[in-house]
């Protein structure tokens, strides 16, 4: 018997949404300093959105989002998939995953989604920030700096 895993596709609702949340963006969970981490949306396959985000900092906190976007509206979009949070000071430093369904969303004059289920495991509050801003890009390292320069 042959059994075929149909994943279906992402609803989208408002097309320039969907647009403007393609691409590599800035992302930052409140409790890490710094550097902020990267949250890229891609279509691994046609007409299914994705989204693998992530911040680490040196000292080991770190926060990542990994899963399919199931529905994308003009202020919103929703999410089935992974959420880790690790933080020294937040949770007695444990771990905390959650697994299920996530809304990211937009309001006021906002210029991120920010994760509606806040609660973190030991009920504290997570500000999971993805804004429309992009990544600097990485210094060139193509550049051959003994060139003269023009």
Not at 48 to 64: F, I
Request: charged share 25%; net charge positive.
């Amino acid at each position: 018997m042959l059994i075929a895993l149909v994943l279906s596709q992402t609803l989208i609702n408002h097309p320039p949404a969907a647009d403007q949340l393609m691409g590599d963006h800035v992302f930052n969970l409140q409790w890490i300093d710094s550097p902020p981490g990267v949250a890229r949306v891609s279509e691994p396959e046609k007409g299914q959105l994705q989204l693998d985000a992530e911040q680490r900092n040196k000292k080991g906190d770190l926060a990542s989002i990994k899963g399919r976007i199931t529905r994308v509206d003009a202020w919103s979009f929703e999410l089935k998939g992974t959420i880790t949070t690790q933080v020294s000071y937040v949770n007695s430093g444990k771990p905390c995953t959650r697994e299920g369904d996530f809304t990211f969303r937009i309001t006021g004059k906002r210029k991120y989604w920010r994760l509606k289920q806040m609660q973190n495991c030991d009920g504290s509050v997570d500000y999971l920030d993805i804004f429309f801003a992009r990544p600097p890009s990485p210094a060139r390292t193509d550049i051959d700096s003994s060139s003269p320069q023009r």
